[in-house]
């Protein structure tokens, strides 16, 4: 999977208690969560605690069936049979990612044709991560080790989430992510150690292109996040994106001196004194443009999302006609 | 959203799988199919991807009554204070102890 830390909703203001019962209901569910319990979907909670999560969970879910296209892109073209049923297996898991946010999210009591539509209008978002291309199949390592990476970090937090159906979702995805970092790192490591100047070359220009935007994944630095302070007090968010960001960093760059490529980043240089890599600046427009909509590939994304929905509607509509038909014969004899 | 789209969406099932032979079916998770068929084979694609179950069940969402988290209190408080339902609750001498 795929998150980056999800808060470019639209801000929302929190409505002004009505009444002294939602008053104690809210001193309840606010215990609750300092105590670090769960919440569970039939459990009373502040409208906007569910809105939030309706907006994170989905975007989660989008994320992970349109991060399903880039690498799809490649499997027609996976260099050896290995390979090919390694990349399977990787896009079926996000397709099954996808589906155990969909059902966290329809806990919260929103339907999932609501949520598709969201998705397929272009209201909610995705991660701005898959609005780059895949150019050559480096790229599809690259996006194991870095994307996938920097996914997991801010993942594995999640799985502490308070609203304990996303939790337990993402108990399930953190499991099944390991194997797609590690086979990215693998099919890089092959390449640099086995490959041809050419394929070491292909290598680092696609370490070159998705270093900065895998950097964007965790979402805004701290000072600009809209949503961190209020997410943070209800156990939503556990860990801010600039923290995050730097954990990655540093984990990564020391990946990268075995793997034998560098870092695109000229001002990365380790700190005694913090403790950690230093990097340089990160070009925040460049993300506001891709989630504006208006990276290399975001429209060529979301028609081809939305091309697969419209082409699969008459196998759903004829398999729930089929099973109609069985009810009523069933009922009849 | 319209009743057209809701009319069309496909019905909500409850999935529970047994790990191995021997172990009890656990929920894990919940899916849309159309029929009780394909709900079996879609929750074997995916719920069961690394060999995580041998056996599956499936039951349709509506079919489930819960008990209220308003009653939980009611249900469950009362047992709170029955300690003598537990075997430690009673002090044997040394000898049988191991009872």
């Known amino acids: 999977m795929y998150t980056q830390a999800m808060d470019t909703g639209p801000k929302e203001e929190r409505k002004a208690i009505r009444s002294a019962e939602e008053a104690e209901l809210e001193r309840r569910f606010d215990a609750r969560i300092d105590d670090a319990g769960f919440i ?42 290995k390979r090919k049923c390694i990349l399977l297996a990787k ?24 949520l598709l539509d969201a998705l397929h209008s272009g209201k909610a978002k995705y991660s701005s991560i898959f609005n780059y291309p895949t150019l050559t199949w480096a790229d599809i390592g690259v996006i194991g080790w870095l994307v996938d990476g920097a996914a997991i970090m801010n993942q594995v937090p999640l799985t502490r989430c308070s609203y304990a159906p996303y939790a337990r979702a993402m108990v399930r995805i953190c499991r099944e992510e390991s194997f797609h970092q590690r086979q990215g790192f693998d099919a890089l490591n ?31 630095p701290d000072a600009e996040s809209t949503h961190s302070a209020q997410s943070a007090r209800w156990g939503i968010k556990r860990i801010s994106n600039d923290d995050l960001r730097q954990k990655f960093v540093d984990a990564t760059v020391q990946q990268a001196q075995v ?32 989630v504006g909509g208006n990276g290399p590939c975001n429209r060529e994304r979301l028609a081809a999302r939305v091309k697969a929905w419209d082409d699969g509607a008459w196998v759903r509509d004829a398999a729930l006609a089929h099973a109609r038909k069985q009810a009523i014969k069933k009922e009849a004899a | 959203m319209s009743n057209e789209t809701h009319r069309n969406e496909w019905p909500l099932w409850e999935v529970f799988v047994r790990p191995k032979a021997g172990l009890d079916h656990k929920h894990c998770g919940s899916l849309h199919a159309p029929d009780a068929t394909m709900a079996v084979q879609m929750a074997r694609e995916v719920y069961t991807r690394r060999q995580e179950g041998c056996s599956v069940w499936v039951v349709p969402s509506s079919a489930i009554t819960a008990s209220d988290p308003g009653d939980k209190d009611m249900l469950f408080d009362p047992m709170e204070d029955k300690v003598y339902r537990h075997p430690t609750f009673y002090e044997l001498p040394d000898e049988v102890n191991h009872m």
């Open chain 1, 40 to 81: 569970e979907a039939k459990d009373w909670m502040p409208e906007h605690y569910r809105r939030t999560l309706v907006r994170q969970i989905s975007q989660h879910a989008h994320s992970e069936i349109v991060g399903m296209l880039p690498e799809g892109n490649w499997v027609t073209r996976a260099p050896t049979l």
């Open chain 1, 91 to 114: 896009i079926q898991d996000e397709g099954g990612h996808g589906l155990y946010l969909y059902a966290a999210a329809e806990t919260l009591g929103v339907s999932r044709d609501e």
């Open chain 1, 190 to 220: 092959v390449m640099m150690r086995e490959g041809t100047d050419a394929q070491r070359a292909m290598v680092q220009d696609a370490v070159n292109r998705w270093w900065w935007p895998s950097l964007m994944m965790f979402g805004p």
């Open chain 1, 259 to 290: 793997l034998g490529v560098t870092v695109p980043d000229p001002l990365l240089k380790w700190s005694e004194e913090r403790g950690h890599f230093d990097y340089g600046p990160i070009d925040w427009a460049e993300f506001w443009r891709v």
